[in-house]
């Protein structure tokens, strides 16, 4: 079983899903994508899997802090992906991959869920 886990390190949110796929002891990959980066491939890939709506995270103050003109400008996947590439804030976390089966943000109830299939 393959399981990669996409954030920051010192999101709140990204630091429950860590701590809650540890004490699972669920072997996982975190990948930081500021630090390591995100290529196109793995943007596209989640948007085979997840709306760009779920995945850019409209409420946080990355996206606040965007023109009017470049919110408006995300009409499709191609823009949405275009954003994430350039500002990896704006991506709502984390974005989980565990075996191609593809979750945002974190809640034990969900988690629990994933991991009982």
């Avoid at 701590?19 to 948007?47: C, M, N, P, S, Y």
Wanted: glycine share 4%.
């Amino acid at each position: 079983m393959k399981i990669t886990l996409y954030g920051i390190p010192n999101c709140d949110t990204v630091k429950k899903a860590r701590v809650w796929l540890a004490d699972q002891q669920q072997d996982f990959v975190f990948h930081d994508f500021k630090k390591q980066g995100l290529t196109r491939e793995i943007v596209a890939g989640w948007l085979q899997h997840l709306s760009r709506d779920v995945l850019v995270n409209r409420k946080g103050t990355t996206w606040r802090a965007l023109s009017d003109e470049r919110k408006a400008a995300i009409v499709d996947d191609d823009s949405a992906i275009a954003l994430m590439l350039e500002n990896p804030s704006v991506i709502k976390r984390p974005v989980l991959d565990k075996n191609g089966t593809f979750a945002v943000s974190f809640s034990d109830a969900q988690y629990k869920q994933i991991f009982d299939k």
